[in-house]
Nanobody, 125 residues
Framework: QLQLVESGGGSVQAGGSLRLSCAAF????????MAWFRQAPSKEREGVAA???????NYADSVKGRFTISKDNAKNTLYLQMNSLKPEDTAMYYCAADYRSSYSCGYVRTDYNYWGQGTQVTVSS
């Protein structure tokens, strides 16, 4: 069983930075995809960034050039470095992961079987 625990959320002014962490516990070998999603009030959960087992990654257009996804294999931790934050980045951020290699590591929620509890990010103008 895989457990994901996010941390690092908080409140920041527009233009500021935060780094989110997602610690993975359990059987972490062969995790094919790890990703960050976010959900703002009254909105659908949307994908932000995803990272494949081979180290390649992709980003939603809304965060390209501002967010960076990375992974420390020694610490079994996924990160999301968020720079130049905007009020519209305000949301609950979730870490997600899956072992199945048949999926493209995109932003389809049902492609991910494991989810963290979320960490809140609030950006004020």
């Amino acid at each position: 069983q895989l457990q994901l625990v996010e941390s690092g959320g908080g409140s920041v002014q527009a233009g500021g930075s935060l780094r989110l962490s997602c610690a993975a516990f359990g059987y972490i070998d062969n995790l094919h995809c790890m990703a960050w999603f976010r959900q703002a009030p009254s909105k659908e959960r949307e994908g932000v960034a995803a990272r494949r087992i081979d180290g390649t990654s992709n980003y939603a257009d809304s965060v390209k050039g501002r967010f960076t996804i990375s992974k420390d294999n020694a610490k079994n931790t996924l990160y999301l470095q968020m720079n130049s934050l905007k009020p519209e980045d305000t949301a609950m951020y979730y870490c997600a992961a899956d072992y199945r290699s048949s999926y493209s590591c995109g932003y389809v929620r049902t492609d991910y079987n494991y989810w963290g509890q979320g960490t809140q990010v609030t950006v004020s103008s």
